[in-house]
């Protein structure tokens, strides 16, 4: 598992560690792994050409004496600074003492940019002198960010403004929040961690009132996913029903068992007026109203009323579902409930515009969470679950496609996830183990396995995704 923590976290583990080490080792340790990244990314350090975007503290600091290890191996390093007074002296004297150069802009031709503006105590977005230094960076030379991309917030991965877009991200001794949530995931790309030997309190939980982000990893999703047993039949594994379609939207429906039928339960129960459209798809389908473990309600209800299930049962709540839904509706109910809004319907929710929750997803899951007392699984390129009360560590799911974005993919999540309930997970670990095998199969299906831009590959359709899901279960197992 990925753990994300917090910049107060992550200092006060500096301070500690500092205290132990010679003056200037940390910075070394964290200098040594940044150049070994950038020599691999390289392939070629000899006759290699890089410039430093040097900000003025321990960030630039980093840049600059992993310039210099790059100048003694033979690349030729430029240095440019945002304030030329304000470098950090041992960094500089080091890269000079190599070989390398200041410049007050980016050379033409170079093979690697290294973004050492601002570090992880930034806030805001980038000013004036380093929007330039960024925007100086010829199109398509790669660009490494120091520990994480400048005018991206650590802690939340909003950016109020300008911030660099970097292809990898090579951040020291813990990943921060901001790498793993958007917008911020997206300007990082890829993500190298290196190990500089802090010592971190685990397991994460709140702190400095926020509580730590955490990725699931195949490892952690194997361990969850439900596996039936000599004992199992059809009943004991679960049955899910679904409360979805309409005739405006009978493919809702469809698309939703899909995912149900693909999702561990035993057995999957349809309620509405697709049955016909249904049946003709998954005769397996059960139809009309029985004992169920768990609810989906909402894909495709369109203008619908349909009231809340029992409470005494968990419910999937997503789309239509979504709409006119209280929070006291939903804390009057005894089981669990795990709501899956897109960002529109968030922003509803929330009585927000839409661009409030894209620049803030990260205290929208939370605010939803604790407004409504449920669960909340807040739907994007890179999907977000939160339990209310800052109970457990936000999880963000790290797998996925851009294409995705399709019609109907989220009727298939919301089956999916209803049938984990139904097998018995928990509605955070429901929605966190949909959201990665529902991204692993639109990662198999769409050719773009393992992309970290997650835009390669082809277009796809929600039903591909749904028949892709086996394939994902099995990438796992």
Known sequence: MRTAYRVETVRAAERALMARLPEGALMQRAAAGLAAVCAQRLGRVSGSRVALLVGPGDNGG????????LARRGAGVWAVPMDPERMHPGGLAALLRAGGRTADR???RVDLVLDGLVGIGGRGGLRAAAAGLADG???????VAVDLPSGVDAD????????VAAGLTVTFGAYKPGL??????????EVRLVDIGLELPGPPGEAAGEPAVEALEDADVRRL????????????RGVVGLIA???????????????????????VRYVGPAADAVLARYPEVLIGRGRVQAWVMGP?????????PAGDVPLLADADGLRGLTPEAVRARTAETLLTPHAGEAAALLGVSREEVERGRLAAVRELADRFGAVVLLKGAATLVCEPGGRAPVRVNPTGSHWLATAGSGDVLSGLAGSLLAAGLRARDAGAVAAYLHGRAAELASGAARDPARASGAPITAHEVALALPAAWRSLT
Not at 62 to 69: E, F, I, N
Not at 300 to 308: D, I, M, Q, R
Request: no cysteine; hydrophobic share 45%.
């Open 137 to 143: 960076v010829p199109a398509g030379v790669p660009v």
């Open 180 to 189: 793993l949530i958007e917008p911020g995931a997206s300007l990082a790309g």
């Open 156 to 163: 939340t991965g909003e950016t109020a403004g300008r911030a």
């Open 245 to 267: 379609g309409s005739a405006q939207y009978p493919g809702a429906a469809v698309l939703a068992v899909a995912g149900a039928l693909r999702g561990g339960a035993g057995a």
């Open 106 to 108: 980016v050379p033409e």
């Open 62 to 69: 980093d840049a600059l004496y992993a310039g210099a290890r």
């Open 300 to 308: 495709g209800l369109g203008s619908e009323e349909v009231p809340l």
């Open 225 to 236: 996913l439900p596996v039936p047993t000599a004992a199992s039949d059809k009943y004991r």
